[in-house]
C-alpha cells in the first residue's frame, strides 16, 4: 500500500500541480507527504565564459537569480503548507535542500514509495529534450521507485476521479508497473482500464490484457476492464495510447518507461512520444 510520497517542488507551474497532486494522494491513501524544495544553486552559479570584466557582473546576476530561486521555493512550500492544514491534512513534512535536483530527489526517495514531480519543471539543465527538462529524463530512467509525472494545468481532484489507463504489453517493464500500481493500491476504488496491444491478434491481446486485469482483482480493484487490439486497429504503440486514454477521458495514464535499449529508444521510443504529447499524469516505472 502506498505509506509514503516524496514530492519535488521547484515553484514552476507543473510543480505546483504536482504538489496538489501529491496532497490528494496523501489524504486518500492516508500516506505521509514529504514536499521537497529545490533550489539548484549549482548550475545557477555554475562557471560559464564571459566577455573580459564581465565577471563582476555575472557574480551580481548569479546572485540575484539564486534569490529569485529561492524567494519562489520558499513561497511554494509556504503555500503547500497552508493548503494542507487548510484541507486538515497533517501527515507532511517540508524540507528545503540546495543541489542538484536529480541527486536530491534520489537521497530522500529511498525512504518513500512514490516520487512526484512536475513534467516541466527542474529545467536546470543544459541540452533540454523534446521540450522536457533533461533532468526529469535523468529522474525516470535513474529512479527504482516509480515516478508520478504531472503536467501543468491539471485538476487533482479530476484526476483521482476519473479512470485510469494501464498500458500493458507483457514485457518486464510493463510487468513491474501493473504489479508496483497495483501493490501501492492505486487501483483500488477506481475504474481501470488495462490496453495490450500485440501484433500477432487481436485475440491475443484481448487474453494478456484479462490476464493483467485478473492480477488487479485480487489486489482489491473492482472495476476493471480489459482492451485487446490487433496491430491493425492500433497504430504505433503510443498512438494507441495517447487515443485509447482521450477515448476513455482517463485521468491518468501508467506504463513502463523505456523498454527498450539502444537504438530502438533513440528513435521512436514509446516512453517518448507518450511523455511528449500526453496531457495526464504519468504513472511510470521501468
Known amino acids: 500500500m502506498l505509506r509514503s510520497i516524496v514530492v519535488a517542488l521547484d515553484g514552476s507551474a507543473s510543480s505546483v500541480e504536482a504538489g496538489l497532486l501529491a496532497l490528494e494522494l496523501g489524504k486518500r491513501h492516508r500516506a505521509n507527504v514529504e514536499v521537497l524544495g529545490i533550489v539548484n544553486s549549482a548550475w545557477i552559479q555554475r562557471p560559464e565564459p564571459v566577455p573580459i570584466g564581465g565577471m563582476a557582473y555575472k557574480k551580481a546576476l548569479d546572485l540575484t537569480l539564486l534569490k529569485d530561486a529561492s524567494d519562489r521555493v520558499n513561497a511554494v512550500l509556504r503555500t503547500f503548507s497552508e493548503r494542507a492544514k487548510d484541507a486538515d491534512f497533517a501527515a507532511f513534512e517540508t524540507k528545503r535542500v540546495d543541489g542538484d535536483p536529480r541527486i536530491q530527489i534520489e537521497f530522500e526517495a529511498t525512504a518513500h514509495d512514490l516520487v512526484v514531480v512536475g513534467r516541466n519543471s527542474l529545467f536546470d539543465e543544459d541540452g533540454e529534450l523534446y521540450e522536457m527538462p533533461l533532468c526529469i529524463d535523468r529522474v525516470i530512467r535513474g529512479e527504482p521507485r516509480p515516478v508520478l509525472l504531472v503536467p501543468p494545468d491539471g485538476k487533482p481532484g479530476d484526476v483521482l476521479a476519473a479512470p485510469v489507463l494501464i498500458a500493458f504489453d507483457g514485457s518486464p517493464a510493463a510487468s513491474r508497473t501493473l504489479h508496483m500500481f497495483a501493490l501501492l493500491g492505486l487501483a483500488a476504488e477506481r475504474e481501470v482500464h488495462v490496453l495490450t496491444v500485440d501484433n500477432s491478434s487481436e485475440d491475443a491481446a484481448v487474453a494478456t490484457a484479462a490476464r493483467a486485469c485478473a492480477l488487479l482483482r485480487r489486489h482489491g480493484a473492482k472495476q476493471v476492464h480489459g482492451i485487446g487490439l490487433g496491430d491493425l486497429q492500433a497504430g504505433t504503440p503510443a498512438e494507441a495510447i495517447l487515443g485509447t486514454a482521450k477515448a476513455l477521458g482517463?485521468?491518468?495514464?501508467?506504463?513502463?518507461?523505456?523498454?527498450?535499449?539502444?537504438?530502438?529508444?533513440?528513435?521512436?521510443?514509446?516512453?517518448?512520444?507518450v511523455l511528449a504529447n500526453s496531457s495526464k499524469p504519468l504513472f511510470l516505472y521501468h
Not at 251 to 262: K, Q, V
Open 250 to 273: 482517463a485521468g491518468m495514464i501508467a506504463m513502463g518507461a523505456y523498454g527498450h535499449r539502444g537504438i530502438r529508444e533513440i528513435f521512436g521510443s514509446c516512453t517518448r512520444a
